[in-house]
């Protein structure tokens, strides 16, 4: 069983900035990838950025340029930075990540947080 807990959610002016971040713990031998992903209401889940193991980022063309994720594999925690943040961003953030668990017999793991409420006023 692994868990992610998110924090740093909140309410910011279009133009500010926030930061999020997601630890995972439990059971984890190793973690592959880690994730933001967002969900406004009406709409469907959407990832917003991803990382390696390796360090390795990937973006969603609608936050290129704003978002930065990063990583601590030690720690096993992610974060998003969000800078020049719209009003278009409000949505509950969560947190992804995939990998191994298990101590004798490793099975793959694919959990999600409870998410974090970012919005954007106006």
């Known amino acids: 069983q692994v868990q992610l807990v998110e924090s740093g959610g909140g309410l910011v002016q279009a133009g500010g900035s926030l930061r999020l971040s997601c630890t995972a713990s439990g059971s984890i031998f190793s973690i592959n990838i880690m994730a933001w992903h967002r969900q406004a209401p009406g709409k469907q889940r959407e990832l917003v950025a991803s990382i390696s193991s390796g360090g390795s980022a990937t973006y969603a063309d609608f936050v290129k340029g704003r978002f930065t994720i990063s990583r601590d594999t030690t720690k096993n925690t992610v974060s998003l930075q969000m800078n020049s943040l719209k009003p278009e961003d409000t949505a509950g953030y969560y947190c992804?990540?995939?990998?191994?668990?298990?101590?004798?017999?490793?099975?793959?793991?694919?959990?999600w947080g409870q998410g974090t409420q970012v919005t954007v006023s106006a």
């Open positions: 992804r990540a995939t990998g191994l668990t298990g101590v004798d017999l490793k099975f793959a793991f694919g959990s």
